[in-house]
């Protein structure tokens, strides 16, 4: 019992992060339907970023909201230099779009950094653990529960309770209705980017906390996690977006955690398979999306 204690709250923990990067390609695809496959090079540049201020000899405590700001400023930089141009194209130039962003980012930092990988000091604490009723958590595993749930508070806080959040919902709900009804689609779409930027910016801190390392691909596995939990979640859904990271998180460490040492290496096929079967008997999703109709 207290070993399975012990790997739900790894499972949260890894989930949170999960759940942060999908609630970012949630709220993108909510304003623009678009499956964004750039997130990841927010965490990509927070990642160099982060490498340059270390080997300037700063800490942690300089890094967290540099690299934070990094991630927002990407995500307006990239809104601006590409899906500002095609945002009234296919939904297929759009993707292509997203994939090319994806590929650029990577020749610029191969040619003007290096394709090899730069690691810089993780936190000390990181691995320290604290004793809770006979279960030994990772103070780590807390923090990220911690402020992921102060993160996703602010954000139902900013699209229930602000005018932002207002224009938000009406523009995921019906964008060519809320345009006639005033709402202005370069503020909404931008403001969508950067409530983005700051979701993979938090992300990016706790990825970046616990590999602490930088190269060229370093957003592709968390873009990939965070495409398959919104998928999983209800693709369009913010709720389903944290409850599709949440699961896929708590999958992969009951997976790793049961499977014999000889076996663990296929723990990514398997939870593919769990989520070709979850689309086979669901393939909406964990969460419903309804969306107005015209009549």
């Known amino acids: 019992m207290t070993e ?35 997130h990841g090079e927010l965490i990509t540049v927070s990642a160099y970023v982060g490498y340059a201020l270390f080997t300037l000899g700063l800490d942690w405590w300089v890094l967290v909201p540099a690299i934070l700001a990094s991630s927002m400023l990407t995500s307006l930089g990239i809104e601006f230099a590409a899906f500002r141009w095609v945002r009234n194209s296919s939904d297929f130039t759009m993707v292509l779009t ?24 993780r936190p000390g604490w990181l691995f320290e653990t604290v004793s809770v009723g006979g279960v030994n958590l990772e103070i780590y595993d807390l923090v990220v529960i911690g402020f992921t749930l102060i993160t996703l508070a602010g954000t139902v806080w900013l699209v229930r309770r602000t005018m932002f959040g207002m224009t938000l919902r009406a523009a995921a709900e019906d964008f060519e209705a809320a345009r006639l009804m005033g709402v202005r689609s370069n503020r909404v779409i931008r403001g969508a980017f950067v409530l983005s930027g700051i979701l993979a910016g938090v992300a990016s801190i706790f990825w970046l906390m616990r590999t602490g390392q930088a190269d060229p691909t370093a957003g592709l596995t968390p873009m990939l996690k965070g495409v398959l939990a919104a998928l999983i979640g209800g693709l369009g859904s913010l709720g389903g977006a944290v409850l599709g990271g949440l699961a896929l998180g708590l999958v992969e460490v009951l997976l790793i955690s049961r499977l014999p040492d000889g076996l663990v290496g296929l723990t990514d096929g398997m939870v593919f398979v769990c989520i070709a079967l979850l689309f086979v008997f669901r393939p909406q999703g964990m969460v419903t999306i309804r969306r107005a109709e015209r009549v």
């Open 4 to 38: 399975l204690l012990q790997q739900l709250v790894d499972g949260i923990g890894r989930g949170s992060i999960y759940a942060l990067l999908a609630l970012g390609i949630a709220v993108i695809f909510g304003v623009m339907h678009l499956v964004n496959f750039a």
């Open 98 to 121: 997203s994939f090319g962003v994806h590929f650029v980012v990577q020749a610029i930092f191969v040619m003007a950094v290096s394709a090899n990988r730069r690691t810089f000091a």
